[in-house]
């Protein structure tokens, strides 16, 4: 793990800058933050709803300069498709927009500096999350979700009583954040060392793939934010290595992914570990919230606000422009990639390609990822590498070396395809075409980030599991306002949805939740 290394998406991206002379979206950063725990769930239940009806203030915390009238708020909220339910009382959530108006401490607004104005996410989640409710953040990618969830939590350990710790008695882990991959857990890692570093606030990052030992004496020495992968993070608190009793503010990012696609038993685990009732806050941000992982959330959360951008289902990004070239032979993939190569990511930099983008390749297989790479390594690119077959300390480096411009064209599979935030991706070339349209969402969406537009070029032979997926591929394109006249050669059924856990047959109507129903026998 290298806690040295700090990312914070286009935060620094002054490249970009230069070029687009335009201002930054705060969509690319990431950060998360925690809550001071309160000392006892039971008897600190009053103070714990209480703190929970009023903003986060306190001495530190500038007051905010203008509120929203409720007409600016009205057409905001119809501007950008946005649904709240959920609000207490019949007082509507007010979006923020600006960041002028957050009541939060002033060493926070550091995070802010060259962004123009909240993401329409942020703007709806921060009121209800300063107040110290339940959130559900449903966004496309590339929204800025991280920032939401992490400027309340850092400003609540701002604003609280200050935790005096020492080598006999540590700061307890205060805020649990967790992600499905490594590299998203490093990544909102990364990002929330670099805003706690000039505040004091720890951060530790747990992941597998590396040694145990960093981590544990990591979290020995007082980390007030716990971030990782569920696995990891289990292992490191049954060895008695992380006690997460005092977590009050705990994050479920990338949510839909962490419940369906086996994380469920893990999860339960840890949050059972945590603070239990009304003294956690619980906020979990998303793409996309189906109606079965809904209902298992459930029982995480109390009377949360849901904020919804767009649309509940999974949708692409809106500035992604979609091509899709379809071949009746595999063998033709390789000469048309490198013709889009050409033209996307020159062999040789000339003066004019000083700033010139990230080109990132996606593939199927860990395989076919080596067998691209390679091909690419031979006609002359500068390229990378990202898949399982990996050490982790290689795919760190090979991420950061892509991050940071020192090679502008990486190969992976769809390990890269959730949540990682990588600045100045122009294209996302789908070599091969991925097992769900889901992860093709999710795949085009690591470009066009931060309010930027990006191009995404997707090969499809219509070969095994590609033709199965032609209609939905086709239903996807459409509600971009795009077409791709090669595909209706397929058909184009829409197969019925899954539950990755529960197969094809699962119920959609059944309440996970329910207690069993008890059978008495007459005698």
């Not at 300069?65 to 959530?93: C, M, N, R, V």
């Not at 909102?188 to 570093?197: E, R």
């Not at 339960?268 to 009732?277: D, E, K, N």
Request: proline share 5%; hydrophobic share 35%.
């Amino acid at each position: 793990m290298r806690d040295g290394t700090t990312t914070h998406g286009s935060i620094d991206d002054t490249k970009s800058e230069k070029k687009k002379k335009r201002k930054r979206d705060p969509a690319d950063a990431d950060a998360s933050a925690e809550p001071v725990p309160s000392s006892s769930s039971q008897k600190d239940k009053k103070s714990s709803k209480k703190r929970k009806s009023e903003p986060t203030t306190g001495a530190s915390t500038s007051a905010p300069a203008a509120t929203t009238s409720s007409a600016d708020a009205a057409a905001y909220l119809a501007e950008h498709s946005i649904t709240i339910t959920g609000a207490k009382g019949g007082a509507p959530i007010v979006p923020v927009l600006s960041f002028d108006a957050l009541p939060i401490p002033k060493g926070l607004r550091a995070a802010f500096k060259g962004f123009d104005k909240p993401t329409p996410v942020q703007a709806c989640t921060w009121p209800p999350a300063l107040e110290g409710r339940d959130v559900v953040g449903i966004a496309e990618t590339g929204s800025g979700k991280t920032l939401a969830f992490g400027i309340p939590a850092l400003a609540r350990l701002m604003t609280a009583p200050a935790f005096k710790s020492s080598k006999s008695n540590p700061a307890p882990v205060s805020v649990l954040i967790m992600a499905p991959t490594r590299e998203l857990a490093l990544q909102t890692h990364d990002t929330l060392a670099a805003l706690g570093t000039s505040t004091g606030i720890s951060c530790v990052a747990v992941f597998g793939g590396v040694e145990k030992g960093a981590q544990v004496r990591a979290l020995k020495g007082g980390a007030r934010i716990v971030v990782g992968t569920p696995g990891r993070i289990l292992d490191l608190v049954r060895d008695g290595a992380c006690d997460l009793s005092a977590v009050e503010y705990l994050v479920l990012d990338e949510a839909d992914r962490m419940l369906d696609k086996g994380f469920e038993n893990d999860i339960r685990a840890i949050i059972g570990y945590a603070r239990q009732g009304a003294d956690r806050q619980t906020l979990m941000f998303s793409a996309t919230w189906p109606d079965a992982v809904r209902r298992l959330a459930s029982t995480f959360q109390r009377d949360p606000v849901r904020v919804t951008v767009g649309s509940d289902d999974l949708t692409a990004n809106s500035r992604v422009e979609q091509v899709v070239e379809v071949f009746d032979d595999d063998r033709e993939k390789e000469c048309r990639l490198m013709k889009h190569l050409l033209t996307l990511s020159p062999k040789k930099k000339r003066a004019s390609d000083a700033e010139a983008e990230r080109v990132l390749v996606f593939v199927l297989y860990k395989k076919e990822a080596t067998r691209v790479e390679n091909t690419l390594r031979r006609s002359g690119y500068s390229v990378g590498g990202l898949h399982g077959d990996m050490s982790q300390s290689a795919r760190l480096d090979a991420l950061q070396s892509f991050r940071d411009g020192t090679t502008r064209l990486l190969v992976a599979t769809d390990v890269a395809a959730r949540g990682l935030d990588i600045p100045d991706v122009a294209c996302v070339l789908n070599y091969s075409f991925p097992l769900t349209i889901e992860d093709y969402i999710h795949r085009i969406g690591r470009t066009g980030r931060g309010g930027r537009s990006g191009k995404s070029i997707t090969f499809f032979t219509g070969d095994k599991h590609e033709r199965g997926l032609a209609g939905e591929l086709a239903r996807v394109l459409r509600e971009s306002g795009f077409e791709c006249e090669g595909l209706k050669k397929f058909p184009m059924t829409i197969k019925k949805k899954t539950h990755s856990v529960y197969g094809a047959f699962f119920r959609d109507d059944v309440d996970m939740t329910a207690a069993p129903k008890k059978i008495v026998f007459d005698e």
